[in-house]
């Protein structure tokens, strides 16, 4: 019996920390260099890949704005409803191996994100190696 409790324990243990650590949701967007809260960005899943598109402006005079120096299908695109983040894959407690789009610079940049905590995403975007880029903490929208 003290076998079955214990097991019972530990895979609902498991599963609540499974769940708790889910990358997934709604997350505002914190501006590394000013501090300015930017946007609301949806994290989700397609096809076993993490993206990440803009569901809301913050900034009022920007909620128009659109993605002029983006390279490709994206240019030109509003903001708002743009995926800037494509293709993360599960690699342990972080998710790599795709990119970010700075909507700003029109830049695509090599990205990870892992959580902090349960409300708290370090997001980073590199060029080449990861010391060579820029970490935003974005923080869940509840």
């Known amino acids: 019996m003290k ?22 949701g709604k997350w505002k967007t914190i501006d590394d260099e000013t501090g300015e809260e930017k946007s609301i960005v949806e994290i ?18 920007k ?3 659109t993605c002029v120096d983006c390279p490709g299908a ?13 293709g993360l894959e599960k690699d342990g407690d972080e998710y790599n191996d795709g990119k970010i789009l700075d909507p700003n610079s029109g830049k695509v940049y090599k990205c990870y994100i892992e959580l902090e905590s349960q409300d708290k995403l370090k ?3 590199y060029i ?11 923080h869940r929208v509840k």
């Not at 076998?3 to 997934?24: C, G, S």
């Not at 080449?128 to 974005?138: C, D, E, I, K, N």
């Open 3 to 24: 076998k079955l409790f214990l097991t019972m324990t530990l895979v609902a243990t498991t599963i609540l920390t499974a769940v708790a650590q889910d990358v997934t």
């Open 44 to 61: 989700y899943k397609d096809n076993g890949k993490v993206y990440g598109k803009v569901v809301e402006i913050l900034n009022p005079a």
């Open 128 to 138: 080449g190696f990861s010391l060579l880029g820029r970490t935003q903490y974005w």
């Open 63 to 65: 909620k128009d704005a």
């Open 123 to 125: 997001v980073r975007g």
């Open 74 to 86: 994206d240019k030109d695109k509003p903001i708002l409803g743009l995926v800037i983040i494509k």
